[in-house]
């Protein structure tokens, strides 16, 4: 559908917040006493945050929880009963506040839990999410949405765009069925526009994300991968933190008869990860699994899934506690 | 398909296999009839076998499509879930998600010499082609197995071995490793590329399927090229660890392909292609 834009008053988002949680569960960014920004389900609109550069874990949990039950199951003694999981009791959900990068990477988690076979789990969260984004009206130096492609005010995966208007009002770009829904719903939130500026942050380019991809089909045997992962401490972080890693684990967990199988997130940085159970490991250094992080991003996933497996929200480099800078590397990389 | 990609078809086990101190085949059945009618896959995919309880594991299905009713697995005690199994009991119950995967192109070997090759535990991957050709003999033209292991007792399907090396219509040639032999030994001595360049199979009209540890593969590239086997006519099936089977968990992928979803069988020519991440 066409995008049309509509102005909403500072007093009115609360009103438009309170309206969506009467139906829906809202998960939304609270910054805490610590300055840490985590994404929660239900605060009030009081606690809401609008001035986060960005959260310290991604929103994905909303679409992909760090743990997922598969089915439950009851072992007898040679008979075993699988208990499926309802999905229908999945609730609708609002993601209030993703930035830009937050709310484009709901397309590259899509990519890989839609590729072929639908993952049940993923595409019922995400039939039932809806986003009301918001564009960054600041970023800081680990920013670098505009070399993949994205931009601080993005309209890709949003339902509805909140720019911050000069004023402190703000602007709301209707993007989606789901969006027009919400403003039909309630029209007296909703005012014409007045032609005030919006206030949108600049981040500058770091790399460009086609060159990164082209050299990487090139650069597998490189030496640029070990000295550029010597300090890599293959802790994980950045997987867990990135708002697109979708590499996952399968465990069970029993009680006596009954128990779950599960599904959580996992690491490609972790050795495990690849390890045979004879002893075997196609990845068995830190420097080749770094290597898988970066092509399986910028190279197998441009190819197979069509879409680039990074958005640039710069949480992996911010949160490194080596100090590993993503953009820096691929920046260098594309020069070697 | 079940309602869910990750809920397992309910199996039993119908009968077990020793094949060796610690390797089992397990045949299994559907619990759930309907389930075993819709069931069907072809030669070379793989499953998801799993205890509740203990997790899953990848294995290829050992038997042939052309025998109807039931799949067999054969897998060798070497991990939780694999430890797990083999303390199972016939009428015990084993999940089991699948086929995934693709196959191995039989179709387009029709009219061929089939040369198998195999060393230890990696026959099981490959008895499921190999009987899919043999219950579809007059297709194909002459058929060779080469199969060795460390000693004559981790020789796997012992009682199909016999069975095949009686066949007038399939050539068997065991081997085992310098040492691994009984006092009755009646096959070959020695590792499979040497026992292979011995043979020395005609290349003509002829593909090779290959499967076996990294190092025996290493050795027997060059004796099949000396041969006179060309890239595109060498098969292999891969294995990796995996989880899901269906390309999302994101760790099987040799490079930019997935053995989950682009394998697990694969040409030597694509091998060639791809990274030395398997």
């Not at chain 2, 020789?155 to 007038?168: C, N, S």
């Amino acid at each position: 559908m066409e995008a049309t834009r509509k102005l909403i008053r500072r007093q009115s988002l609360e009103k438009l917040y309170n309206a969506l949680s009467e139906t829906r569960k809202i998960y939304a960014p609270v910054m805490a006493e610590d300055k840490q920004i985590t994404y929660c389900y239900n605060p009030s609109f009081a606690e809401v945050t609008f001035d986060h550069i960005r959260s310290t874990m991604s929103p994905k949990n909303v679409l992909f929880p760090k743990v997922e039950n598969l089915f439950y199951y009851t072992n007898e003694k040679t008979e075993s009963v699988i208990s499926v999981l309802d999905l229908n009791k999945i609730p609708e959900v609002v993601l209030w506040g993703a930035h830009p990068c937050d709310a484009a990477a709901i397309d590259v988690l899509r990519s890989i839990f839609c590729w072929e076979i639908k993952d049940e789990f993923f595409a019922k969260r995400l039939e039932k999410l809806v986003v009301i984004g918001l564009s960054c009206h600041q970023s800081d130096e680990y920013c670098f949405c505009t070399s993949t492609g994205l931009a601080p005010d993005s309209k890709n995966g949003s339902d509805i765009l909140l720019s911050r208007l000069q004023g402190g009002d703000y602007q709301a770009e209707i993007l989606t069925e789901k969006g027009q829904s919400i403003v039909d719903s309630l029209p007296d939130l909703f005012e014409p526009v007045t032609g005030e500026q919006v206030v949108i942050t600049e981040v500058k380019q770091k790399f460009d994300h086609r060159k990164v991809t082209e050299k990487l089909a090139t650069s597998f045997e490189h030496p640029f991968w070990v000295s550029n992962s010597l300090r890599c401490i293959g802790c994980g972080a950045c997987a867990y933190l990135c708002p697109t890693c979708a590499c996952f684990d399968i465990q069970d967990e029993t009680a006596g008869r009954k128990g779950r199988r599960y599904r959580s997130w996992d690491s490609c940085g972790f050795g495990l990860f690849t390890l045979h159970t004879s002893g075997h490991n196609p990845r068995s250094v830190q420097s080749q699994r770094w290597r898988q992080r970066i092509m399986h991003k910028f190279s197998y996933m441009p190819e197979r899934n069509e879409s680039l497996g990074c958005v640039g929200c710069g949480r992996c480099s911010s949160g490194c506690p080596v100090d590993m800078n993503i953009a820096e590397q691929l920046a260098a990389l594309q020069n070697i | 398909m079940s309602d869910s990609i990750y809920r397992p078809y309910l199996m039993e086990i119908e009968q077990i296999v020793e094949e060796t101190p610690d390797v089992r085949t397990f045949r299994l059945k559907f619990r759930n009839s309907e389930e075993g009618e819709q069931f069907t896959f072809k030669a070379g995919q793989f499953g998801e076998y799993s205890v509740l309880g203990e997790g899953e594991s990848t294995f290829c299905v050992a038997s042939s499509p052309t025998r109807k009713g039931y799949i067999e697995c054969t897998f060798r005690k070497a991990g939780r879930v694999t430890n797990a199994l083999a303390n199972l009991e016939i009428g015990d119950t084993v999940g089991f998600r699948g086929p995934y995967g693709n196959t191995f192109p039989i179709e387009q070997w029709e009219g061929k010499n089939l040369l198998y090759i195999a060393g230890g535990i990696a026959l099981p991957p490959m008895r499921c082609v190999i009987w899919n050709s043999l219950d579809l003999r007059e297709k194909f033209k002459d058929i060779t197995i080469v199969y060795g292991a460390r000693s004559v007792s981790d020789l796997v399907y012992k009682h199909e071995l016999k069975e095949w090396g009686e066949r007038a219509d399939v050539k068997l040639i065991t081997t085992v490793d310098p040492g691994g032999q009984t006092p009755d030994w009646k096959g070959e001595i020695g590792f499979v590329p040497m026992i292979l360049e011995k043979a020395a199979p005609s290349s003509v009209n002829t593909v090779a399927i290959l499967c076996g540890p990294p190092v025996m593969i290493k050795f027997t590239m060059p004796v099949l090229k000396k041969l006179g086997f060309q890239d595109k006519d060498i098969f292999t099936t891969l294995e990796n660890r995996m989880k899901c089977g269906f390309g999302k968990c994101g760790r099987c992928n040799v490079g930019k392909v997935f053995v989950c979803k682009d394998g697990p069988v694969f040409s030597y020519e694509q091998l060639l292609s791809l990274p030395g991440e398997y």
